[in-house]
């Protein structure tokens, strides 16, 4: 009888493990999407200011609003997806850097 408990024990603990993977996912999707989208539009700004060409503030803007699509993504649990659109946001960013 010892034996079922402890199986039954250990598959709510591997409930609860999994459940606090999916919180900490969904917490790092949505803090990393943050964070990249204010870099985003302070990056934006600061070449909005300067002599940059009008592609660059455009770009790392534009890279801004993919990274935001990302944190509400990720903050509903669709993380797989918040990390593809937190890579191309990045690269966007990127890229628009390249014309400076």
Do not use: H
């Not at 999707?29 to 943050?34: C, D, I």
């Not at 935001?68 to 890229?95: E, F, K, P, Y």
């Amino acid at each position: 009888m010892s034996g079922r408990d402890d199986s039954e024990i250990r598959d709510v603990e591997d409930f609860m493990d999994t459940t606090y993977d999916a919180r900490r996912a969904r917490w790092t999707a949505a803090g990393t999407g943050t964070l990249l989208t204010l870099a985003g539009l302070a990056a934006s700004l600061l070449r909005l200011t300067g002599s940059a060409p009008a592609v660059v503030p455009g770009a790392y803007g534009f890279g801004a609003a993919v990274c935001a699509l990302a944190a509400v993504l990720g903050s509903r649990g669709r993380t797989r997806r918040a990390l593809w659109l937190l890579i191309v946001g990045v690269m966007v960013m990127a890229l628009g850097d390249q014309f400076d």
